[in-house]
């Protein structure tokens, strides 16, 4: 365990403070439970997304940079983000300013012209909520608080793409025990496992969603998400954990268009590993935000005398 994540700054991004709002809840009250602080970016802004990133990759290193010169002034050397898309950008800011003149000249220049100090590469550490349980508590000391087992609840634990990609950005990543694998994840499953959860074998853990394609092509995310749907319920899953707004939103939305559209129903329930554990360790489902998910899971959860 590390002393230094008991305390880090907080960015919560666009999406934990619009559809993924239960995940932003439940991060917050885990946190709480667990004896953990977290101090939000004053004034952060976008991370750039997709959206800024697809037209000019170098203004979204500066946004991201402009969120990590944030946390430095406010006196943090840690930022987590429990959001995928902001992890990854976060992270690639901090490589593109550590590799590429040309980005760490544009961070520059919108620096000195927005007023605020500019972000030198290396001042911040960008971890993941995932990062953040794992090493501040990890699985021992989540076992001793640990009040309502997740003991034979069966769940498939999905990652996203982003989490693990590209892997050269996660230098961090793949250095041996004790560290996270961009080949087979696994601090989701570790920490399920440690409040008593079934994790099943998942063989698309780090499948695309197809989030990106939601609103230019529908149909293709619908089939992408169905995949996944029907993989977890083929190994057994009673329930899918999320770890990201985009996939979790896209799971939930494409589970009920795909019988809405091609007659393929799927029963499995999505879920964020932070209303699990925050669940595991005696936390109301409405405490954690299980009310706002769309996808209804409270017959399980009743029935594992988790509601």
């Known amino acids: 365990m590390s002393g230094k994540y008991k305390q880090v ?41 997709m959206e800024v990133k697809n037209i000019d990759p170098k203004l979204q290193t500066y ?10 002034g406010m006196g943090f050397d840690t930022v987590m983000a429990p959001c995928n898309g902001c992890y990854h950008n976060l992270k690639k800011a901090e490589y593109d300013l550590a590799n590429d003149p040309a980005s760490r000249e544009v961070t520059e220049n919108l620096s000195r ?13 960008t ?5 953040w349980i794992k090493q501040a508590i990890g699985e021992d000391g989540l076992k001793a608080r640990v009040r309502n087992s997740l003991k034979g609840l069966k769940i498939a634990n999905y990652y996203g793409c982003m989490y693990t990609r590209p892997r050269h950005i996660f230098p961090e990543k793949d250095q041996g025990p004790g560290s996270e694998s961009t080949w087979k994840p696994h601090f989701m ?4 496992a440690a409040a008593g959860a079934e994790n099943v074998e998942y063989p698309l853990k780090t499948a695309c969603c197809g989030g990106a394609h939601t609103l230019s092509d529908s149909d293709t995310s619908t089939k992408l998400v169905l995949n996944l749907l029907t ?13 990201c707004p985009t996939c979790h939103t896209g799971l939930e939305m494409h589970q009920v268009r795909a019988e809405k559209i091609f007659g393929r129903k799927t029963t499995v329930k999505i879920l964020y ?27 399980l959860l009743h029935a594992r005398g988790l509601g």
């Open 9 to 49: 700054a907080y960015y919560p991004g666009c999406a934990l403070e619009g559809t993924g709002h239960a995940y932003n809840r439940s991060t917050k009250e885990l946190g709480k439970a667990l004896g953990l602080d977290i101090v939000e970016l004053k004034n952060w802004n976008c991370c750039g997304a």
């Open 63 to 72: 946004l991201s940079a402009r969120n990590l010169s944030i946390a430095e």
């Open 113 to 125: 012209k927005a007023g605020h100090k500019t972000y030198e590469a290396g001042k911040v550490e």
């Open 127 to 131: 971890i993941h909520a995932l990062d």
């Open 189 to 192: 499953d570790d920490l399920l």
């Open 231 to 243: 993989t977890a319920e083929a190994c057994g899953a009673e329930v899918i954990a999320t770890e």
């Open 273 to 299: 590993f932070t209303q699990l554990l925050g669940m595991a360790l005696g936390l109301s489902a409405r405490k954690v935000g299980v009310h706002e998910n769309f996808s209804d899971s409270s017959d």
